[in-house]
Structures are given as structure tokens and as C-alpha cells.
């Protein structure tokens, strides 16, 4: 008889279980899930409700049927790539498209590696990435905010984006100045409430950050990738501004734009897809933070965050194998030359 369990990540030794952690994501997610509803309507309900039910529907068909292994949709986990999956996307996104983001985020991204713990990549990432480069269009099409209990907007079909403006305006050949004073550029409050277009869950800042207070409050993430990520993207931010403000955006509005508070706190901190330590954790924060104000500035997309903490995800296994800590009880042995003799000292580590 084995006395020894082996199980895949996240290993916690604590009283919370894997449940119990990733329903208290799903609530942190609450206050975003409201924003979205409040300023996309029923459109972003039914994003939502078909990328939560295509998830569970495909893992429970994978691992009743090909995998025939105990079924596991009651964990959490799949609820929670559903509602990060709809999250990434805007809210008139094609019913078809959402449900086959579920299958590669569930089938491909994590199942095909052995379910939960066992995944190199965020599931709901490589669904999103997967959908943004095979249809861009209806990808970056992003519905006008029409808060609830309010006029519709007459003749109004998309609506613009932070990062989007700067970036055509950029190309165009227009500065900075004239970007943000232009009559569309939603501006910091615009960012901070959500009232703006975007993916679901990227555009309200203060939705996520009470979220990620909750988290913080259970204990569910650590301070260091989020410090280590927003800290490194803000002061790449800073230097590239103070270099050319008429080229680069300055560093608060590139903080509050776009999906990086989203990305911050409730993507790059999975326990299965980042790194073990916090030395590790604060590498992968930094890394990610330089790869998508990068990306923002110098790539083709406007967005840089799901690529960066994919790429980062990558590198997560050499970064554990790199940082991990000395086993106790670890022998350490020194070795001196005195008086043209070699000393060998051993000590416990």
C-alpha cells in the first residue's frame, strides 16, 4: 500500500482546498460581472452564460468519455476559465466563436495536458489568443456602453478603445497631445468606471481592483506578481514617456488601460501556471510587465497582456527550476586552499 500521494499543482499546505480557492475567485470576479452587465446588457449575460456552459459541458464530456476519469466540473475550475474567457472578449462577440474559445481553452489548453494542475498555460488565455488571431475582426470590434436605464445610442455600432485610439492615432501620425484631446479617447475616469469599450471584464479598473481586495483579504494571492508586474510596467512606462511624452502614453493612463488590471490579478497569479516562489513569482511579475508595455508600444496588436503572461507561463518551469529552494537538511560543501593544502568543510544548509 502506497503512503504517498501525488497530485498536480497548486500545492497548498493550508485549510483552504482547491475549491474552496477557486470559488473564492469566482466571487472576486463578482463586482466586474456586474460592471459588464450594467454597461453591456443582456449581450454580455449571454457571452458570459454560453462560455461558462460550453466549459463544463466540454470537460465533463472529456473526462467522462475519453479520459474516463472521475469527473471534476464541481471544483471550480472550469467556471472560472468560462467567466475569464468571456471576460477577454467583447460582448458582440458570434455565439459559434465563444463556444469554440471554450473547446481550445478546455480541450487543447488544459485537458490534453491531464486537467487542472498539470496545464503550462492559462486555459482562458490560449482561448482568447487563439480567437484574436483567428478572428481579429470581430475580435477587436467593441460594442458602445449603454449603461442600463439609459437612451441607446443612436446609430452607434463600436465604440473605441484606449489603447486601440493611441495606437491608430500613433500610426496616423498624430502626437500624443492630440490623441487624448481628441473628442473619443475615453480618458482616466472612463478607464477607472467602465464606461468605455472593451472586453467584458477589462473595463471597469475599480470592479477588479475590489476583486483582487478580496482576494488579498482571503489570502487566495500574494503581493508579488501583481507589485512586480504593475511596478516593472509602470516604470517601463515612465522612462519611455519622460524619454518622448508626444510618443508614448504617460504611465497612469497605460496602467488603467486595456486588460492589465485584469491580467495582474486574476490571470498571471494562477497558482498553476506561475512560479512557485516568491523569488520566482516576482521574476515572472517583472517579465511580464516589461513583455507587454513592449508589446503595446512596438507590436502589432494595441494589447500586449495575454502574450506576455503566456510567454512568461513558458518560462515557468525554468524559473522553478532555477529558484527552488535547498532541501533541508541539505549537505553544502566548501572548498578552501590553506597553506597549499585543500580543505574540505562541510556544514548543514
Known amino acids: ?150 437612451s441607446p445610442v443612436a446609430d452607434a455600432i463600436t465604440g473605441p478603445t484606449t489603447l486601440g485610439l493611441f495606437q491608430e492615432g500613433i500610426m496616423a501620425g498624430k502626437t500624443v497631445s492630440e490623441i487624448t484631446s481628441s473628442a473619443g479617447f475615453p480618458g482616466y475616469f472612463s478607464d477607472f468606471t467602465g464606461n468605455q469599450g472593451g472586453s467584458l471584464g477589462e473595463v471597469s479598473v475599480i470592479a477588479l481592483l475590489i476583486g483582487a481586495a478580496y482576494m488579498f483579504f482571503r489570502k487566495i494571492i500574494t503581493w508579488h506578481i501583481p507589485v512586480a508586474y504593475l511596478g516593472t510596467a509602470f516604470i517601463f512606462s515612465a522612462i519611455l514617456w519622460y524619454s518622448d511624452p508626444q510618443s508614448y502614453l504617460d504611465p497612469v493612463i497605460s496602467m488603467l488601460a486595456g486588460g492589465l488590471i485584469l491580467g495582474v490579478f486574476f490571470m498571471a497569479t494562477d497558482m498553476v501556471t506561475s512560479p512557485m516562489t516568491a523569488k520566482g513569482q516576482l521574476l515572472f511579475g517583472a517579465g511580464a510587465g516589461i513583455i507587454t508595455i513592449m508589446i503595446r508600444n512596438w507590436g502589432a496588436y494595441p494589447e500586449g497582456v495575454s502574450f506576455a503572461i503566456l510567454i512568461m507561463n513558458a518560462f515557468t518551469p525554468l524559473i522553478n527550476k532555477w529558484m527552488q529552494p535547498k532541501r533541508f537538511g541539505s549537505t553544502a560543501v566548501k572548498v578552501s586552499v590553506k597553506n597549499d593544502k585543500k580543505v574540505t568543510a562541510y556544514g548543514k544548509a
Open 1 to 150: 500500500m502506497s503512503l504517498l500521494t501525488v497530485s498536480g499543482s497548486p500545492h497548498i499546505h493550508d485549510k483552504q482546498d482547491v475549491k474552496s480557492i477557486m470559488f473564492g475567485v469566482v466571487i472576486a470576479m463578482i463586482p466586474a460581472i456586474l460592471v459588464s452587465v450594467y454597461y453591456f446588457g443582456l449581450d454580455s449575460a449571454r457571452v458570459m452564460l454560453i462560455s461558462i456552459v460550453s466549459c463544463l459541458f466540454i470537460e465533463w464530456l472529456i473526462q467522462k468519455y475519453l479520459l474516463k476519469v472521475p469527473v471534476t466540473i464541481t471544483d471550480g475550475s472550469a467556471l472560472i476559465t468560462g467567466v475569464l474567457l468571456a471576460f477577454n472578449v467583447p460582448s458582440n462577440l458570434p455565439s459559434l466563436m465563444i463556444v469554440l474559445g471554450a473547446f481550445v481553452s478546455i480541450a487543447i489548453a488544459k485537458m490534453s495536458f491531464g486537467g487542472l494542475g498539470k496545464n503550462p498555460f492559462n486555459p482562458a488565455l490560449v482561448g482568447r489568443v487563439f480567437l484574436l488571431i483567428s478572428f481579429p475582426v470581430q475580435m477587436t470590434t467593441w460594442p458602445v456602453p449603454v449603461p442600463l436605464f439609459s
